[in-house]
């Protein structure tokens, strides 16, 4: 079966380094999403990795292994807005989006 | 690019009323389009996929005549909860992307749906 595990809850402290882990298994392959959700709204959009390798985009940092079936999100210089949840999901081969549960990151001062 | 528009963004409704939410792709063509549901401190559910021209394809579990799916055009589809009750109360959003494309999935920015 089709399935994403990702830790349920982080802490971390402000302006630290924290890395959300992504483990996940599909029937093919064809990306892995990072999207941020505060709470009461709907996700947006953080990056996306289809290739092995690290993708940097300002504080934000995302790796993906394919062979391993594995990514992180890395956020650096933490700041008390980053508190939300973090979703990751991995497209399969028909295009659908297979969703962890979501990390929920707690920033603290 | 890649805009979608959601209306309501919050509701209150009796129960045994309908409700009628609106998914709108605003800058490009979504021949497909996805319904969520997401309750309290829990991931996104996929509850259908909407398909422009067609029928839409309900995840197990989902009643089709109670979530009302039509998709009437390439750039709206509306989900309807009919004969509302008490736990049909949520968060329910929308998405779309680009149709066969591994690009990004567009959310909408939720209707929150409290029936009393």
């Known amino acids: 079966g089709q399935n994403i595990d990702q830790p349920t809850e982080m802490t971390a402290t402000e302006g630290a380094i924290v890395q959300i882990n992504c483990t996940y298994q599909?029937?093919?392959?064809?990306?892995l999403f990072w999207y941020q959700q505060h709470a009461g709204e709907a996700p947006t959009f953080l990056s996306y990795?289809?290739l092995d390798g690290l993708e940097e985009k300002g504080r934000f940092s995302s790796f993906l292994s394919r062979s391993k079936g594995y990514s992180y999100l890395l956020l650096k210089e933490l700041q008390m807005k980053d508190s939300a949840s973090y979703l990751c999901?991995?497209?399969?081969?028909?295009?659908?989006?297979?969703w962890g549960a979501g990390t929920k990151l707690i920033i603290k001062p | 690019g890649a805009v979608v528009s959601q209306h309501p963004s919050r509701v209150i409704c009796k129960s045994g009323t309908s409700v009628k939410i609106e998914c709108r792709s605003l800058?490009?063509?979504?021949?497909?389009m996805f319904w969520y549901r997401q309750f309290p401190k829990q991931s996104l559910m996929l509850m259908a996929t909407?398909?422009?021209?067609?029928?839409?394809?309900?995840e197990q579990g989902v009643e089709k005549d109670k979530f009302l799916i039509n998709h009437a055009s390439l750039t709206l589809s509306t989900l309807t909860v009919t004969s509302a009750h008490p736990e049909d109360s949520s968060f329910y959003i929308c998405?779309?992307?680009?149709?066969?494309?591994?690009?990004?999935?567009?959310f909408g920015n939720g209707t929150r749906l409290t029936v009393t």
């Open positions: 998405s779309a992307n680009r149709e066969g494309e591994a690009s990004p999935l567009h």
């Open positions: 800058d490009f063509q979504a021949t497909t």
């Open positions: 909407s398909n422009e021209g067609s029928k839409a394809t309900y």
């Open positions: 599909t029937s093919g392959f064809n990306g």
């Open positions: 990795n289809v």
């Open positions: 999901a991995a497209m399969d081969s028909n295009y659908q989006l297979i």
